[in-house]
C-alpha cells in the first residue's frame, strides 16, 4: 500500500524554466510534509518542508504547495538549473509516529540547457 | 553542520557471511537512527527504527534477526546483515535525526551491499 505517491517518474524541464513536482498523499494523519533531493549513490538532502497548517511555504527557488483537501503537494524549483538535475522524493509524517518517514517513489528530473 | 556518514561506502561479502555498516552523526547527538533500503529506482524503505539504549523497532516483513540493530551511543548505530544472501544486495542508507523540534533527518552517503 503505497502512501505517499509520485506519479510522474520523470521530468524534463529547460534550464530557466520552472519545474513542477507533484507528490499524492492518502493518509489523513500526515502532518509533516518534506521534499528531498537524491544523486545516485547518494543519501538524500533534505530541500524544503511544510506543515499541515500551512498551505505554501518559500525557500530561495524552491517552494512547496500544499493542498490538504485534494491531499495533495507540489514543489515549485524556479528558474531550474542543470544542477538540479536528481531523483526527487517527497515524504511525509504521520501524527503520533514521531519522525518516522514515509516516502513516495520519486520523480527523476532532467533540466536541459 | 548535520552530517552523518556511514561505513563502508561499498562491500561484496560472499553468501553466507555477515556484514556490518556503522552510521555515526558527525556533528550532533542523535537519540533516533533509522535505517533504509533502497532497490534500484525504487523508493526508500524503511527497516527499523534505531533509539540510543533501546531495542531497535523493525516496521512489518523486516527479519530482526538477519537485520541486527545496534545503538549503542548518540553519534553510532550499525547494522548488521546475517548470513547475507545475494536478494540481500542493495543500497542501505541510514539517517539521524537532530534534535531541533522539527525532526529533521540528516541522511547518510549510503553503502552499496553486494553478495555473491
Known amino acids: 500500500d503505497q502512501q505517499v505517491k509520485q506519479n510522474s517518474p520523470s521530468l524534463s524541464v529547460q534550464e530557466g524554466r520552472i519545474s513542477i513536482l507533484n507528490c499524492d498523499y492518502t493518509?489523513?494523519?500526515?502532518?509533516?510534509f518534506l521534499w528531498y533531493k537524491k544523486y545516485p549513490a547518494e543519501g538524500p538532502t533534505f530541500l524544503i518542508s511544510?506543515?499541515?497548517?500551512?498551505d505554501k511555504n518559500e525557500d530561495g527557488r524552491f517552494t512547496v504547495f500544499l493542498n490538504k483537501s485534494a491531499k495533495h503537494l507540489s514543489l515549485h524549483i524556479v528558474p531550474s538549473q542543470p544542477g538540479d538535475s536528481a531523483v526527487y522524493f517527497c515524504a511525509a509524517r504521520a501524527t503520533g509516529t514521531a519522525s518516522k518517514l514515509t516516502f513516495g517513489t520519486g520523480t527523476r528530473l532532467q533540466v536541459t540547457l | 553542520g548535520a552530517v552523518v556518514s556511514q561505513h563502508p561506502s561499498w562491500v561484496i561479502c560472499k553468501s553466507g557471511t555477515s556484514v556490518k555498516i556503522e552510521c555515526r552523526s558527525l556533528d550532533f547527538q542523535a537519540t533516533t537512527m533509522f535505517w533504509y533500503r533502497q532497490f534500484p529506482k525504487q523508493s526508500l524503505m524503511l527497516m527499523a527504527t534505531s533509539n540510543e539504549g533501546s531495542k531497535a523497532t523493525y516496521e512489518q516483513g523486516v527479519e530482526k534477526d538477519k537485520f541486527l540493530i545496534n545503538h549503542a551511543s548518540l553519534t553510532l548505530s550499525t547494522l548488521t546483515v546475517t548470513s547475507a544472501h545475494p536478494e540481500d544486495s542493495s543500497f542501505y542508507i541510514c539517517?539521524?535525526?537532530?534534535?531541533?523540534?522539527?525532526?529533521?533527518?540528516?541522511f547518510g552517503p549510503g553503502t552499496r551491499l553486494t553478495v555473491t
Open positions: 539517517s539521524a535525526e537532530r534534535p531541533s523540534g522539527v525532526y529533521e533527518q540528516y
Open positions: 493518509n489523513s494523519m500526515f502532518d509533516y
Open positions: 511544510i506543515s499541515s497548517i500551512k
